[in-house]
């Protein structure tokens, strides 16, 4: 079954780039433009991958990603944030918020589509 | 459809984040102390940074960083938010806007003086490198030859739930050459008190690789801290190339990996060089190429506008027939067409504070430039107007608020001795009536001086000297081409372009302008301009055997006038309506209609904002929407119509201009009052 990926960002740009990238490799993409689009996109739907921006206006990815671990349909969810600075900090808050794994931006579409592989179970 | 140039999109993109950088810096400097606003920029920052060096704008991306890491420490608190810092990020914002223009050009010199400023408006800041794309070093790490590890790792309990899945790591290890692998289960609880979404199990693995430890460490990279994880070469394996036989990784060690480069991740610098060598041709065009949105909501537009020529051709047929069917057809497809055009309408509206924002910084820099204090107040910025009217209305606007600023507002000495506060003010203000937008810039300074502009019409030949010629219109000349105030041609306002070239941008937009000033006390100029310049509603109303349509916002009420009422005004002008005189036009006399009219005439009464006109028509018709299309160039000079449409017959019907009109009756009726 095609795997199906939630992605937030308040950049049309970057939401446009990953959208080619995982389409391209086959995944059913949605898209949202911030923390809380995201969060209503995945009341209503269980994703199988979510890669999200960190700063964002209305809901930033931190509050975001807390918030989506409460979520009952989305227990054990993978979640990817897009970073710009290697901030160990934000990392480390991004973790503890529930994410599991980053991205480094700017990143090639290969880059991105190898990470969704990786963190996607069998 | 193609799928439009990601690197277009980011160039619209990066426009909208600099204005947004650009309109937080401008509050900042009024809030100094606010932290949103504080947030808002170095969000704008961040994300053009990010989405720069995505699509290969290196430089930029760069620069960005710098003025970036600058700003962080006035969002942390470490250095403070001064109007010495805000001018040296709008400064540094304008240069982003060349990067995104121009990524190519030499910007060196400039880059290291613009982050000189910012380092020096937070001091104390480290010292900030001047932008180097190129900078990082690429550590290419040498492939070793097969090595057998034994890899032993263990996860948090709350892994699962975080969205890794263990199993992953095996598989990534798996696919890296031999392995063997072994599950720990001794964390493992008794059954009453597993948590099943908890992980108890802990791993070892013997894994025989020519890949380098940097990528055994890669698979974990995402739990890298919270995990223990130890690598060890085996002791028996043919060759160890890693330095150090064993290794535990610690919680800051590992971090570094996952910025620098590796083999599998190559450099910022190696990755974004092919996206800028395709982008390279594209990067040449202009911004305004990329707005071919905009243009598809005009090619949209005009399908509409066919679509509502040929429903009012069937809403024809359809009422001269007995068909029950086609005339239920025809009433649906009047009302989805009027929705559509509705919705059409209302996808190319945008509301004026997208334009009244420009000039904020407009003002911020003609401070500077004049050593005036200007306070600029903005209001009525919710009304909406179409896209491509306040776009054309830029240009002009800038040109009034630069005039405003030069020649309206006194300097300061002669503010205070005319007693006005020390900051003069500009006021730009929008207002909607009917189907018109009223936008006016006001300024509170010396007036326009009005021997000056007889002594300048006349040496410029305009009017003979000495020619009485009342107030308003003494004003008006300075709309005549060739006519500008400014004895010397200053930085400011004398750029070759006069009034007139405002006047006729608006006009060209179906608008006019106008002028009132008070000596001492400041000048207002007025722009009326059409809401939108497609489709409006209109009344459709018959004059003897001609058509002609009344655009409906304007109209207020209809009203039959018998024939007594009819007879008795005979001779006068106005009729008393509800207490209050209203001059009227008796349209058939404009048009010198000769045909027989009918018994019952009926007024029209529209209005501008607080003028009344009555139109008395033969009959009136009803609702129609009206396509516009304008008159030819012959028929330019006729006031009493705006343009012209296409009936449902395929007949034309002329539409009426009511601003013209008004100022008509308004004419007659200050003659009748005179005479009175």
Known sequence: MTASILTVDDSMSVRMTTRIALTGAGYKVTEAVDGLDGLNKARATRFDVVITDLNMPNMDGLRMIEEFRRLPNQIGVPILFLTTESDAALKGRAKAAGATGWLVKPFEPDQLVRLVQKVLAK | MSNPDPVDIFRIEAAELLEQMEQGLLDLEHRLDDRTLVDAVFRALHTLKGSGAMFGFDRLAAFTHHCETAFDRVRKGLAEATPELVSAVLDARDHMRALVEDPSGDHADEERYLLERLQAAVSGAAPLPVASPADGPVAAAVPASPTTWCIRFSLPENTLVNGTNPLSFLDELRAMGECRVVADRSALPPLEKLDPTALYLAWEVTLTTDRSRADIEDVFLFVMDDMTLTIEAQADSASTPEPGPSATISADGPLAIATEPSPDRPAPEATARPANDTADPRLRRKVE?????????????????????????????AATSSDMGLRTVSEEMERLCSELRVTMMVLRM????????????????????????IELSTDGESTEMDKTVIERLADPLVHLVRNAADHGLEPAEARAAAGKPEAGSIRLSARQTGGEVIISVTDDGRGIDRARVRTKAEAA???????????????????????????????????????????????????????????????????????????????????????????????????????????????????????????????????????????????????????????????????????????????????????????????????????????????????LRAIA
């Open chain 2, 289 to 317: 190429s990329v707005r071919v949105p905009a243009e598809r909501l005009d090619e949209l537009m005009d399908r509409v506008g066919e679509l509502v020529i040929v429903q009012s051709r069937l809403q024809q047929i």
């Open chain 2, 350 to 373: 945008v509301p004026v504070a997208t334009l009244f924002d420009r000039y904020r910084r407009l003002v911020h820099d003609l401070q500077r430039d004049t050593g005036k204090k």
């Open chain 2, 461 to 671: 030949g305009l009017i003979q000297p000495g020619t009485t010629i009342a107030d308003q219109d003494l004003l008006q000349l300075i709309f005549q081409p060739g006519f500008s105030t400014a004895s010397s041609v200053t930085n400011l306002s004398g750029r070759g372009v006069g009034m007139d070239v405002v006047k006729k941008a608006i006009e060209s937009l179906h608008g006019s302008i106008d002028l009132t000033s008070r000596p001492g006390e400041g000048s207002t100029v007025s722009l009326r301009i059409p809401l939108t310049l497609a489709i409006i509603d209109g009344l459709l109303v018959r004059v003897g055997e001609g058509h002609y349509v009344i655009p409906l916002p304007a109209v207020e009420e209809c009203i039959e006038i018998s024939q007594e009422e009819d007879l008795r005004s005979r001779g006068r002008a106005f009729l008393s309506l509800r207490d209050t005189l209203v001059p009227f036009i008796r349209l058939r006399e404009l048009f010198a209609t000769s045909t027989k009219p009918d018994p019952y005439q009926k007024m029209v009464v529209v209005s501008t904002g607080d003028e009344h006109v009555g139109l008395i028509v033969d009959q009136i018709i009803g609702h129609h929407q009206t396509v516009i299309k304008s008159m030819s160039k012959l028929h330019e000079d006729v006031t009493a119509f705006s343009g012209a449409t296409i009936l449902g017959d395929g007949s034309v019907a002329l539409i009426l201009d009511v601003a013209n009109l008004i100022s008509l009756g308004q004419e007659q009726e200050a003659q």
